[in-house]
């Protein structure tokens, strides 16, 4: 379990990461309405978070992520 569903807010997103601080696996999970759904976090051109400050992400209709790069 990475959290409560009330904790991730409907069209929000958060960023979960794990293993070593210097390289820690980083995911995005995001929620539009009872749906969640998660993604590795790095834009697969430039190799980057998607997102610029913790759990700021560019989204579009809910379901849709924007690197911070493009």
């Known amino acids: 379990v990475l959290c409560a569903l009330d904790e991730l807010p409907d069209g929000g997103a958060r960023e979960f990461r794990f293993g070593p601080e210097a ?7 995001l929620r539009s309405g ?12 430039f190799g ?3 997102n610029v400050r913790p759990d700021q992400f560019t989204l579009f209709e809910h379901t849709y992520l924007y690197c911070c790069v493009h």
């Open 23 to 29: 390289e820690p696996f980083r995911m995005v999970v």
């Open 34 to 45: 009872e749906r969640v759904f998660g993604y590795l976090n790095k834009c697969p051109h």
């Open 48 to 50: 980057v978070a998607l």
